[in-house]
Structure formats: C-alpha cells, structure tokens
C-alpha cells in the first residue's frame, strides 16, 4: 500500500518524470518559430532545461542519500534543516510501495551514477542538434532515466521488467533518432528487434520463477516474498529444472541487454548508428543500471543457486556468468583488434569491459560474506570509473565526428595539432580504458581481478590480464593516430563549452578517482 | 448442471438468436416504413397486410438470387468475411438483460444484485466482466468490413474498408470512456448489476447525462449509422466495403450492421433507462404474487419487463431512424476530429467528474443530480465552444471578376 | 473436462502459431494470429482470469492486430516474396536449436511440476475484477504507473518516428 | 464461474451457425453461371485500371497507432472504476497520475497535429 512516506523515498523518481513532462511542455506548448534562428533557440532552451534540471535532480538525490552531508540529529529546527530532514528521512533503508521498491545503499549510489551520467550526456547533447523533435529528444533522455531509477530499485519482477522497458523504448526511439541517417535509423531498428526478443526471454525466464514458486496459496512477484516463504530460497539446481531453465533465461535476456558475448551481436552496430551522446549514455548508464539489476535478480531470486565460478559440479549462475564472462573478455577484446572505425572498437571494448564487470558479480559465490561484499564494492567502484571514462571517450568523439565529418580511425589523424587540449582529454580516457597506472581504470580493473581471484576464478583472472594487454593494443592505435600520424586537414577542432565541461567532468574524476580511490570506496562500502 | 439445465439454455440461445434475427429483419421493414412517412410516401405495403411479409419476400429474393464471387478476390478471407462480421454482432446479445423472468419463481431475485436465487431466462448469462465482454466483442467487430474491404480486391472496398475500420476504431475510444464512466458511478461491470442498480427511478441518464450523450454519438459512429456513414457514401465509394458482395453474403453485411444497431439501443436502455424496469412493475409483481402465486407471478413481471425493455428500444430505434432521416452525412475530417478532438477529450473529463464528485459526494441521490448538473454544463460549453467553422473560401465568385468592357 | 478443453484450445493455438509462420501472405498469417490470439483468451478463461481474457480480446485482437492489418493493408505488402536467403545455414540451426530447446523444456515441465497448483477458491475470488483493481493499486501501483509512462513514450515514439515536425 | 461462460460457448456457436445456415442453403438454391465478365473486378463500370493498392494516405496508419495506445489506457482504468471506492483517496492520486499520462499524450498528439486529417 501507498503511504506519504514513500513520497520522499521516490523523491527522484517523482522529480525525473515532473522534469520530463517540463521540457515535453514546454517544447509543445510554446509557438516556435520557423526561422533557423528559432528553431536554434527551441534546441537551446530543451537542452539547456534537461542540462539544469538533471542537474538539480541530482543535487537533491545527493543531498537525500546523505553521503556528502548528513543532518546532525541535534541540527537546530528551522526552515532549511526542516527541508533537509524530510528529505533525508527518504534515505537509505526502506522498500516503498508494498514492497515493489527498494531504497537500500545500492539503490542510492546505483541512483547517483545514473543522474550522473545523463547529467554528462545532456551536456554533451547541448551542441548536438537534432534535425526535428528537439524537445522530445531530450524529453526521452529524462523518461530513460528515469526507467533505470526504477531498474535499479526493483525488487519485484513485474516493476523490474517494466523499468527495462521504460529505459529501452526510449534509448530505441534514440539511437534511430537520425531517420534520414541511414545508419542511425538501421541502429535503432536493430536495437529495437534485439531488444523486444530479448525482452521475452527475460520475461519468459521471470515468468518460470514464477511458476517455480508457486504454491497451494499462489506464488509472488515480489523478490522479497519470493524468499522469505522459502518458495525459491531453497531450490539449488539440482532441486529442480525449472528454476534452472529460469534462470539461464533470465541470465540470456539480461545477457542480451548487458551484450555479452554471444548476446552481443546487436551491439556494434547500434553503438556506430546512434548519435554518439546516445551511445555514450546506452553504453554507460543502461550498462550499470541492467548490472545492478542483474545482481538483484540473481543474489535474491536464486540465493541457493550461486554455485561456483570454478566450473565443479556444483553448477549454479556463478558458473554459467564465468563462462559468459571468458567469452565476453576474449571475443570483445580481439574483435576490437581490427577495427578501423573508432565507435565499432570503442563499442567492442565496452562489450569487453562488461565481460570485466561480471567478474565482480562471481564474487558472490566466495564463501566469506566480507569477500562478497568485496565484490559488490569492487562492481561499483568498476561502473562507475568506467562510465565516467566511456562518457568522456563517446564524448570527445561526439565533437570530433561532429567537427571532421566522420568518426573512422582516419580522421583522428593529428588531432593533437588541430586541438591538442581535446587530444590530452580523449588521451587520458583511452588511456583509462586501457587500464594504466595511475588513473581510475587501472585501480578498478585491478580491485575487480582481486576479488575475481578470491572468488575462485583463477583461470579467468589470468585469461582476463592477458586480454588486457592485449587490449593495449587497439587503445595505443586510437593514440598513435592523434599523436604520431600526420594531418590530412590542419583546420583547427573548436571545444564547445557543454562538450568541455563534460568532458572535464569525466575526466577529473577519472584522475581524482584513480588516485584518490578512497574518496568512493568509503560510500560504496556501505552497501 | 443436469441435463435439464442444459437443454434449457441450449434452446435459449437458439431463441435469442433467432429473435434476434426477426428483429432485424421487421426492423429493416420499420426503417423503411417510417422513412418513407418522414419523406411524405408510404414505403413497402403490398406484401401481407401492410407489408408485414416484406422481410420474408425479401429473403426469398436474396436465398435465390445469384452469388459472385469476383476472380481476383482472396477466395477464403471473402467468404469467411460476412461470417466474421454477423458473429460478433450476435454475441454481444449474451449479456444483455432484455428483461427478468425467474425461473426458480420469485421475482424479487430479480432486485437482487448478488444473483442469489436468480435464473433469468431473459438474458444468456450475466457475466461479472460484462460490459467489458461487450467491448471485446465489439473491438473484434471492426474485422468484418477490413477483411471484406482487403478480399474483394476493389479499390471502392478496399478505401470503405479501411475507412470505416479507421472511423469505428476511432469511436471505440468515445465508446469506452463512456461506457467507463457508467461502470464508475455503479462501481459494476456486470450488466445485471448495473439495471439493478438503477431500480427506483434513478435511472443512469441522471449521473451520466454527459456519458449518455457521448454514448450516442459514439455507438452511432460505431455502428456506421446516419450520419456517420461514410463507409456507403454511395456517390464516392458506391457500396463501400460491399461492393463486391450479392446476394446472401451482402444480406448477412446487413444483417450485421442492423443487430448491431439494435443491440447498441438495448446497452443504452441498459446502461442509462433503467434496462427493463418500469415505475410500478415492482407493485405488479407483488400484487400478482400475492393473486394468483409465485409461479405466475414471475412470469407477468417477466412478461411486462420484456415489454417495458421493448418499449424502450423501439423509441431509441426510431429515434435513429429520424437522425438517418433528417441529417446530412459528416464530412471525413470532421468525423476523426469530433471523434478524437472533441468526444476523447470530453469522455476523459466526464470520467474525472465522476470519479470526483463520487468520492468526495458518497451520497447516491445527491452525487447523481451533481453530476446531472456538471454533465448539463459541459455539454452546453461544447455546443457554444463548437461554431460550425468557417469554409475555406477560395473560390472567386462571378460577380466579384470585373469583366473587360 | 477441462483438462480436454485445455488440450483444444492448446493445440488451436499452437496450430495457429505455426500457420502464421509458413503462411506466404500476410493477410492470412495475421488472421492465423487471430486465432492464435483467440484461443490464448480462452486459456486466460480457463485459468479462471475473465479480466485477462477481455483484454487479450480488446487489446490484442481487436487494436494492435486491426494495426497490422493497416500496415499491411497500406504498404500493400500482402505477398511474401522469395528473395534468396543470404546466410541459409542460420534456419535449419534455428529449427534445430528450436526443438532442442522445445524438448528440454517438456522434459524440465513435466519433470518439474511438483508444487501443488493454487487452491481454486484463491484463484475465483481473484477473478473478481474488483479485487483486481484494488491490487493494481496497492501493490502494483508502482508497475501500473510506469506502464502509464511506457504509454506516454509510445505516444512520442508514434510521432517522433512519423512526422517530419511538419506543425509547430 | 466458468459455466457462465460455457453459456456464452452454446451461444457462440449458435451465432455461428446462424450465418451458416443461410450461406449453406442459397449455396443450393441459388443458380451458378458465373462468366469472366460477371467475375470482373467492378470499377464504374469500366475496366479495372491498376493495382488495388493505390497509396493510402500514412494518417490511417498514425490513427490506428494512437488507438491501439489509448485503448490500453482506457482498458486498465477498467479494474479501477470497480475499485476505486474501495482503494480511496490513494487510488485517486494514483489514477490522476495514470490519466494525466493519457492527457498528456491527447495533448501532445494534438499539438504535434497527428491527430489531423490533411
């Protein structure tokens, strides 16, 4: 049942949908007019809107969770501390709506990185200039949004599958954003497809716990009861086929959604068609977003299934992740070898990362609970260097495939002598990406192979250095190509502010991250 | 159930059904009789004592005359067509209480919401989704006229078919909103529940004038009536969607539309006049109970709620046959516009009202002459708010040329 | 009696599934969708969920098929045509991986099904839509909602995909 | 409660048979010559010109769009107008927001002007 202090609790939720029927409002209501300049006005003041308000959203969500400042109990009552508290008693802890949601530390956090990261791509989406329906552009950025809060909160499967599609609608109808971009319009086609198959299988997965739970009294959605009756709690995969077969769906059609190999195959594409802000956000904030839910479905839905990544007998999604993850670290890392257009390998080494991030989630099947926690601080602290990286990469090429026509490997070329500050930023992501010392994505991949290690995984901690190196690779040619190639056009690459200031978001805190690691591990700790 | 039981509502359905039927057949015969008077002839009189044997003439004439079925036409979707479109149409008749006759012999059963002790003759079944039955069954209704419209393989079908499947999907919208907000104010979706309701002369054209209206418009655009039937526009599309039909597979088209039509009037008695209650009839069934029994008893009040549903459905009938008589047809545009543009918009609002002044007004009588009031307003807004617009003048008249001297 | 009627309905549906799919024209194969849509509402009958069944009617059948109709109807694309299957090897592996899945899931369905089902006095008094309604908002009020924004999107979507911003 | 609609199957099928009937019977009364020029495609009495599939105007398309969305809307406040006396004021604040996403959506296809037949 409904209560009033679930107001607060949803509180960035409500406050993402006012937002985004705000700038659906005022892009219909107002009378634009036909003149270029109008129209750049109307573009202007939908970004600009989206820019602020997401802004604003997420000061207030980071002012709810507490993390930055928490109100002192003994706080003097007045108007402002008044505020503050009735928006911090929506803080972590608590599961509004009967249940349906719930609004523990990973929440929160997971909550953070989202705004976040629509936050950077709106600003990098203010110099991006969409041919028609500018207001709604915007408008679906915010409704995605929107639908991974709700994903990452979920804790029932009905909410949980309407979340992932209320994030994936959107993001479909943007990636073919473009319509007369054959390109873009092939992207969210395909996006599209693979996304509503998908989606059934997910479904037919949840439906099947579902039916595997069920009892003389009914059965639940919701994951909570799903285990408190012991209902599925005690089902292992020796127990019962059903809830196997469930479970690998729900593995698949998240998989589909994670693209990780061999559910990868729409990815590439997709990634190369879409505006590139688009495929920054798709491959940073869905990415995390469907994590965390797939942590939540796995950890809750099948707590006795676990099993080990070590591929005994025992069995289990830990297993089935591992072997996931080995194809997903090898196959993304050497289809980004031969590349030559920067968002395909871009798009092949997110595929790659992913294959990273599950190993966090094998640390589930560790046997000390400090050691799982471990794991889940260790995927955190992973998402999120990587999408502050992979929003500063997309970005930077956002502005260059803007700028020089094309986003191939060739019109990279002496990029450090047409705008070398824009050369140093994408230079300090890619390097991120690939994992050097002493930025963010070095510490993260190093914590994440750490906890894969005590996981048991040894094989695939070994498999996934290797690939790191090999990744080098391709990253070095992205650097050689501004660096060391010669120019075929010397005209100089502008830096908008919006791009830059995104890009210095990104980029700062891959550096503060990565060398100051304590800064978010100490918050990431609480979950 | 006993073999009994079942005999007995095997022999209903085949009654209702061809009731049904013979209805749509004299009301084809009344159509045209009273057309005819409106536009000063007398109409068909020579078969039987006032034409009354007009519909049988007329169906000796369709079973002979000769079939075609065109050679370019998708043979199997042709002929399934003229089924898919009279199916539906009967169906509808399931939950329609034309009248309550008990036969477990108490004919105050039949005030009774809950059903206890009731076995209603006059209506198939009641359904605790009923009125939602009715709009599932009416949304499957649209197949008939695309299917025929594709398989004839005629342009003048195929634009009537996919015009009229645009009109009546349109209008389902109006339809439901309306039919939303009488399920909101008896807070019911069985039909019987919704006639019982209405027992005591609160009749649900008081809560729902607005609906009611919306009802109309909309269920007369749902059935292709004047005037909004655009899908025969004879002088644009000839026949429309039949075009390529004769003989019996056109009559079954017919048919179709004029059942529909007719149980389109009885829902309206159903959900806004009461459905078969009359002022008095409870007194009768008491008196006669206590005259001559039970027994006898239910059937007169049987008997006489049949007649009172009857009475009422005749009027709307005629009613629809005089707007046919004295109304032009709506021009394409204007029909999407009013059905999107202005009953949409006014059917979501009549549902706010509803829900509003229902809660925040939990007493029945009061919230109902409120809600009359509110629906007599926005109604009246409507007709002011709704100018006949100006036609675009682009046309020089003569007398404005200046001609060369 | 009503695991036969169950057996009916079943196979009508499966029958038209698979019709759908060979069909070469696709005003028939949307009509084997129908039938297929039309025996799916008589299963949610079966499984005491009248609610469902009027909504598989209204919504399925009688909206989103009369769409595919429409497209169909417009873009007169109503003959499938033969054009040569650029990676053959994938419909036989298809079919194949298709019946392997179909076999592990019988074998895992029949094998499985130890759970007693539902008392049915629970499932009757769910099938009041009444108490349908008063889950929908309570518990499931936070999924009814975003089906409502799922909604709003679709409306954008419609127009975003179709229109040039011709008006405003 | 499923007899209830076992009743609605024997009425089902006496609605089908209902059309048969008739179709069966002047299938055997009626007489069959059919000619190639009986058989024609009817078109003013002229020959047919073309192809059935003339362009169709996209509105048709963008109209049965919005429908199929609508209708769902309006189908799932079905369960709550039974309900909404029982679910109270939270029921209502919950069903605002539901319909204010529906007019939202009448407003916005309105002032994108899809909803207008040009």
């Known amino acids: 049942m409904f209560q009033l202090t679930d107001i607060p609790r949803l509180l960035p939720e409500i406050l993402l949908l006012v937002l985004a029927l705000l700038v659906l409002g005022s892009d219909i209501l107002e009378r634009w007019g036909r003149t270029p300049a109008a129209q750049l006005e109307r573009v202007k003041s939908s970004a600009s809107l989206t820019a602020i308000g997401l802004g604003m959203v997420l000061f207030v969500a980071l002012l709810q969770s507490g993390y930055i400042y928490r109100l002192p109990e003994t706080a003097p009552v007045n108007f402002f501390t008044n505020i503050i508290r009735n928006l911090q008693s929506g803080g972590p802890g608590g599961e509004p709506i009967a249940g349906a949601f719930a609004t523990d530390h990973l929440t929160m956090i997971a909550r953070l990185l989202i705004i976040g990261a629509a936050l950077v791509t709106s600003l990098l989406c203010l110099d991006v200039r969409p041919s028609a329906h500018p207001g709604e552009f915007y408008a679906l950025i915010i409704f995605s949004t929107l639908g991974m809060c709700l994903m990452v909160g979920a804790n029932e499967f009905l909410l949980a599958y309407l979340a992932i599609e209320l994030t994936s609608i959107p ?32 479904l037919y997965g949840m439906s099947l716990a579902f039916g595997a739970a069920l009892n003389g009294v009914g059965s639940a959605t919701n994951f909570n009861d799903l285990t408190r009756f012991d209902r599925i709690g005690t089902f292992t995969a020796s127990s019962g086929g059903l809830i196997t077969l469930a479970m690998l769906f729900i593995v698949a059609g998240m998989g589909y959604k994670l693209a990780v190999v061999p559910f990868h195959s729409w990815s590439p594409d997709v990634y190369e068609g879409a505006p590139t802000p688009i495929t920054a956000f798709i491959s940073t904030a869905s990415k995390a977003a469907g994590f965390i839910l797939l942590f939540r479905l796995l950890t809750k839905t099948f707590p006795a299934m676990t099993g080990s990544p070590t591929l005994d007998t025992a069995g289990g999604w830990t297993a089935v992740l591992a072997v996931l993850a080995l194809l997903t670290v090898v196959i993304g890392n050497l289809a980004a070898l031969p590349q030559t257009n920067v968002k395909r390998l871009l798009a092949y080494s997110s595929i790659a990362h992913a ?9 589930w099947a560790a046997a000390q609970p400090f050691d799982r926690e471990q794991g889940l601080t260790a995927l955190l602290y992973y998402l999120f260097i990587y999408s502050l990286t992979n929003l500063g990469a997309f970005g930077a090429l956002a502005l260059i495939g803007q700028q020089t026509g094309g986003d191939d490997l060739t019109h990279l070329r002496g990029l450090s002598r047409r705008n070398l500050p824009l050369a140093l930023l994408f230079t300090v992501c890619i390097l991120s990406l690939a994992g050097i010392p002493p930025l963010g994505g070095f510490f993260a991949k190093f914590y994440i192979f750490m906890v894969g290690w005590q996981s048991g995984a040894t094989w695939l901690v070994v498999i996934a250095v290797v690939m790191t190196i090999v990744s080098l690779y391709y990253y070095l040619r992205l650097l050689k190509a501004m660096f060391i190639e010669p120019a075929t056009d010397l005209t100089p690459v502008s830096l908008p502010r919006g791009i830059g200031a995104a890009l210095a978001i990104a980029v700062v805190g891959v550096l503060v991250l990565g060398i100051f690691p304590n800064l978010i591990l100490s918050v990431l700790e609480r979950v | ?56 003439a007329d169906a000796v004439k369709l079973f002979f005359k000769e079939d075609i079925v065109p050679a370019m036409a998708d043979k199997p979707v042709y002929l399934l067509a003229p089924a898919v479109a009279v199916i539906p149409a009967l169906i509808i008749w399931a939950v329609i209480p034309f009248g309550c006759l008990n036969l477990n012999w108490d004919y105050q059963a039949c005030y009774d ?14 359904l605790n989704i009923g009125v939602l039955y009715v709009l599932a069954v009416t949304s499957i209704g649209v197949y008939g006229i695309t299917l025929a419209g594709w398989a004839s393989n005629n342009k003048y079908s195929m634009l009537g078919g996919i015009r009229s499947s645009a009109q009546l999907i349109s209008y389902e919208l109006a339809l439901g909103c309306a039919v939303l907000s009488v399920v909101m104010t008896y807070g019911t979706l069985s039909t019987h529940e919704i006639v019982t309701q209405q027992q005591g002369g609160l009749w649900g054209i008081i809560p729902q004038l607005l609906g009611f209206v919306l009802y109309m418009i909309a269920a007369t655009a749902e059935v292709v009536r004047a005037p909004f039937d655009l899908v025969e526009a004879e002088q ?27 149980a389109v009037s009885a829902l309206a008695v159903t959900f806004f006049f009461g459905g078969w209650h009359f002022p008095g009839l409870d007194i009768l069934g008491r008196e006669v109970t206590a005259l001559a029994g039970p027994v006898a008893g239910s059937i007169v009040f049987g008997i006489v709620s049949l007649g009172a549903f009857l009475l009422k459905v005749v009027v709307f009938l005629f009613i629809s046959v005089w707007v046919r008589a004295s109304w032009p047809r709506l021009r394409y545009d204007r029909l999407m516009d009013l059905g999107w543009k202005w009953l949409l918009p006014v059917g979501l609002l009549n549902l706010v009202y509803t829900t509003v002044v229902i809660i925040l007004i939990p007493d029945r009588v009061v919230h109902s002459w409120v809600l009359f009031g509110l629906g007599a307003i926005t109604i009246a807004i409507a007709i002011g708010f709704n100018r006949t617009p100006k036609p675009i003048d682009n046309v020089t008249l003569v007398k404005d040329i200046q001609l060369p001297n | 009696m009503e695991l036969i009627l169950f057996l009916i309905t079943a196979l009508i549906a499966i029958v038209g599934a698979v019709a759908m799919l060979v069909s070469r024209n696709a005003v028939h194969s949307a009509l084997f969708l129908l039938l297929n849509f039309a025996a799916i509402a008589v299963l949610f009958l079966l499984l005491q969920a009248p609610f469902l069944f009027t909504i598989q009617l209204t919504v399925y059948a009688g909206a989103i098929m009369v769409l595919f109709l429409f497209v169909v109807m417009l873009l007169g694309a109503e003959k499938v045509e033969d054009t040569p299957d650029r990676i053959a090897w994938q419909q036989p592996l298809a079919l194949l991986l298709g019946l392997a899945l179909l076999v592990v899931s019988v074998v895992v369905g029949l094998g499985g099904a130890t759970n007693p089902p539902p008392e049915s006095e629970a499932l009757i008094q769910f099938s009041d839509p009444r108490t349908l309604g008063a889950l929908l908002f309570t518990d499931y009020l936070l999924p009814f909602e975003v089906t409502g924004f799922i909604l709003l999107i679709a ?13 405003i | 409660m499923l007899a209830n609609y076992a009743i609605v199957g024997i009425f089902l099928v006496a609605a089908i048979s209902f059309p048969l009937i008739p179709l069966v019977l002047a299938f055997f009364l009626r007489p069959k010559r059919p000619t190639p020029l009986k058989t024609s495609t009817y078109e003013c009495g002229l020959e047919a010109i073309g192809d059935v599939h003339v362009q169709f105007k996209v509105q048709y398309y963008l109209y049965a769009l919005a429908f199929v969305i ?24 919950a069903a605002t927001i539901f319909l204010l996403m529906l007019f939202a959506g009448l407003l916005y296809e309105w002032r994108k002007g899809a909803l207008e037949w040009v």
């Not at chain 2, 919401?113 to 009641?126: E, F, M, S, V, Y």
């Not at chain 3, 409306?155 to 008006?167: A, D, F, H």
């Open chain 2, 113 to 126: 919401p809950a059903r206890t002790n009731l076995w209603n003759i006059l209506q198939i079944t009641d």
């Open chain 1, 355 to 363: 294959g990273f991030v599950v190993l966090g989630l094998l640390a």
């Open chain 1, 171 to 202: 993001l479909y109808l943007l990636a073919g954003y473009f319509r007369n971009d054959p390109r873009s319009a092939e992207a969210g086609l395909k996006y599209f497809l693979f996304g509503a198959i998908s989606s059934a299988i997910l």
């Open chain 3, 155 to 167: 409306v954008i979507g419609v127009v975003v995909l179709n229109q040039r911003g011709r008006k």
């Open chain 2, 1 to 56: 159930m006993d073999w009994l039981t079942i005999l007995i509502i095997v022999i209903q359905c085949f009654v209702i059904t061809l009731a049904v039927t013979t209805a749509f057949a004299y009301l084809t015969l009344f159509e045209r009789r009273i057309l005819a008077r409106l536009q000063n002839r007398v109409g068909p009189n020579r078969a039987g004592p006032a034409g009354l044997l007009q519909p049988a």
């Open chain 4, 70 to 93: 609508f209708d769902i809307e309006v189908i799932f406040l079905y369960p709550w107008a039974v309900a909404f006396q029982v679910v109270g004021l939270y029921g209502l604040i």
């Open chain 2, 236 to 262: 644009e599309l000839t026949g429309g969607y039949n075009t390529e039909y004769g003989s019996m597979k056109f009559a079954l088209f017919f048919m179709a539309e004029y059942i529909k039509l007719i």
